[in-house]
């Protein structure tokens, strides 16, 4: 059923599409499930035994991502709270999935960094501000785990401020730490918001009890030493610190700072209510294209994943969604190819869970059946007016011969390699005049190659040994005079044929790379296939490739 302009927009009006960005352990699981907690999603009271069978439940997927504690694939939430929708995305922490991580930032309007306050900044934090700041992405920052001892509150806002270059604006500020650690003190309200201790493994929403700064409760708790510092530290903010400024918080540049304990939920209800209210639904967003609240439908690719759910055989394609109602079943327009096609099976996740969705709205994340149909990066529409920039690729680093162990499993291989490269998790090259045999396959890290490993034996039942090729870089050749033959002969270089069937040039270093190219000064050697867009620009930000 079509909607009105009105009621579509403040469906938009409604959205809140975000990211969490964190180091590995800093507790972004743990907040994450609090979230759903809080949005009454989930209710972990009672009926969890234990944080590893919620955190099973909730957003680890894949037993490979189990097995290793650390989190590969980036996991997509709705889940309402309060009157918004929120869609939350989840980011592999770990730094050899970068690329899937700059994909799915690529749908998001906002991103919380989790900072652990014994750690503080942490390089794999680093690394996804820098790609949050290229974005421009509003960032929240949460400064989690209070209940333990860590560095003192003016220390690590200064160490955020100073590592990553940006402001911060303290809107709470935390009463105590570790032991002492009772609540948070509201900038705005001039009250410090108490937390009840009984739930101290988190199962349930703690009441807030409101207290005035000199209740003698605080002075109690913290001693005298304490309390004295702590009214030190929140009238030196009042001086000190950068006035809250929602324009600059919108444009990237300055960041609200709230301190918390996800374990032990002190501080999620007081973060989530202002978050909600500050952070940009689509419609505050610039976008070079229609409004979200354009009545014509468009959408777009961010990531495709096969057998998310071995329980469903199948490959979905996830889709944001940038204007317009989407219904189930409509037709529309999928731009690369110019064809029409039926948006069948859509779906929405609650990590294992999936439903059927009929409608949805600017900000949603829905996931589309694919039989083969999309690539990340398309656009999808009811109107030929848009067109969102391709999803850049990252060069890969790593190369490596498929060797399979029996071979009348061929047939599953190649099945297997074609749709987690179509995943974008890996690419897959083959070498000149050797046709399907000995496939190579590249990744940005070299994890990637486990988990290609693991879910080929897995999904597939096809038991490879991945041998490595000592190649460091991969160059994609444009101009004159190649000559494939002799850069096949040399042993710092080999000749690979892509996807597409066009030549690259892998380097075994960084001396080869310098040499060739001063051998050649015809030839320009791209760190992407010729016309897509690459990472160049991600260079002085200190990612590696
Ligand atoms: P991640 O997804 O960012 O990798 O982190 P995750 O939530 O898995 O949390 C990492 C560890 O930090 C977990 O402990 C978790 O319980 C703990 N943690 C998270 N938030 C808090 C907090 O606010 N306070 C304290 N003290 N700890 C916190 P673990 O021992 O590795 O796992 P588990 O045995 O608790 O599941």
Not at 91 to 111: C, K, M
Not at 270 to 277: G, K, T
Request: glycine letters at 8%; proline letters at 6%; charged letters at 25%.
């Amino acid at each position: 059923m079509t909607i009105s302009p009105k009621q579509l927009a403040s469906e938009v009006d409604r959205r809140r599409t975000f990211a969490i960005i964190s180091h590995p352990d800093a507790g972004k699981t743990t907040l994450t499930e609090k979230l759903l907690l809080y949005g009454g999603a989930i209710h972990l009271a009672g009926s969890v035994k234990s944080r590893r069978a919620a955190k099973h439940a909730v957003s680890d997927w894949m037993e490979l991502e189990q097995q290793r504690g650390i989190s590969i694939t980036s996991s997509v939430l709705q889940f309402p709270y309060y009157n918004y929708a929120i869609n939350l995305l989840d980011t592999p922490g770990h730094a050899d999935f970068s690329e899937d991580t700059y994909r799915t930032l690529a749908a998001a309007d906002s991103a919380i960094m989790l900072v652990d306050i014994a750690k503080g900044v942490e390089p794999q934090t680093k690394k996804l501000f820098k790609v949050c700041r290229m974005r421009k992405l509003p960032i929240f920052t949460f400064v989690n785990k209070m209940d333990r001892e860590g560095i003192p509150p003016l220390e690590i806002m200064e160490d955020i401020e100073r590592t990553l270059g940006i402001n911060l604006v303290p809107i709470n500020w935390p009463v105590g730490m570790g032991r002492t650690f009772m609540g948070v003190y509201d900038r705005d309200k001039k009250k410090v918001l108490k937390f009840d201790a009984e739930g101290r493994h988190g199962e349930s929403i703690l009441a807030i009890e409101e207290l005035d700064i000199d209740d003698p409760q605080i002075k109690n708790k913290l001693g005298v030493a304490q309390y004295r510092q702590f009214i030190e530290e929140i009238e030196l903010l009042e001086i000190a610190a950068e006035p809250f400024d929602l324009q600059k918080v919108r444009n990237g540049e300055l960041s609200p700072m709230f301190f918390g304990s996800a374990m032990t939920n002190f501080g999620i209800e007081p973060f989530m209510d202002r978050f909600v209210e500050m952070a940009p639904s689509p419609d505050d967003v610039p976008t070079p294209h229609k409004s979200p609240k354009d009545q014509d439908f468009s959408g777009f690719v961010f990531k495709i994943q096969a057998n998310m759910n071995p329980s469903h055989r199948d490959r979905l394609a996830f889709v944001r969604i940038m204007s317009g109602q989407f219904t189930a079943d409509m037709q529309a327009i999928l731009l690369r190819e110019n064809r029409t096609i039926k948006l069948a099976y859509p779906q929405t996740f609650m990590a294992d869970d999936r439903e059927g969705v009929k409608e949805a709205y600017p900000g949603d994340i829905i996931g589309l059946y694919d039989p083969g149909t999309f690539r990340i990066g398309d656009t999808i529409c009811t109107k030929k007016d848009v067109g969102f920039v391709d999803i850049p690729r990252f060069s890969p680093e790593h190369f490596a011969i498929v060797e399979i162990k029996e071979a009348l499993k061929r047939k599953a291989l190649t099945k297997g390699l074609q749709q987690l490269s179509e995943e974008g998790a890996i690419q897959i090259f083959k070498q000149p005049y050797l046709g399907d045999k000995d496939v190579i396959v590249g990744a940005v890290g070299i994890l990637q190659f486990e988990v290609l490993k693991f879910r080929l034996e897995h999904e597939y039942k096809v038991h490879v040994n991945l041998r490595s090729l000592g190649f460091k870089y991969a160059r994609w050749v444009e101009g004159e005079g190649f000559d494939e033959a002799a850069f096949d002969r040399a042993d710092y270089t080999k000749v690979l044929i892509d996807r597409d069937g066009l030549p690259l040039v892998l380097f075994r270093n960084d001396w080869a790379m310098t040499y060739v190219k001063g051998q050649y000064p015809g030839l320009v050697f791209l760190a992407n296939p010729p016309g897509t867009p690459g990472l160049e620009e991600l260079h002085g930000a200190g990612w590696e490739f």
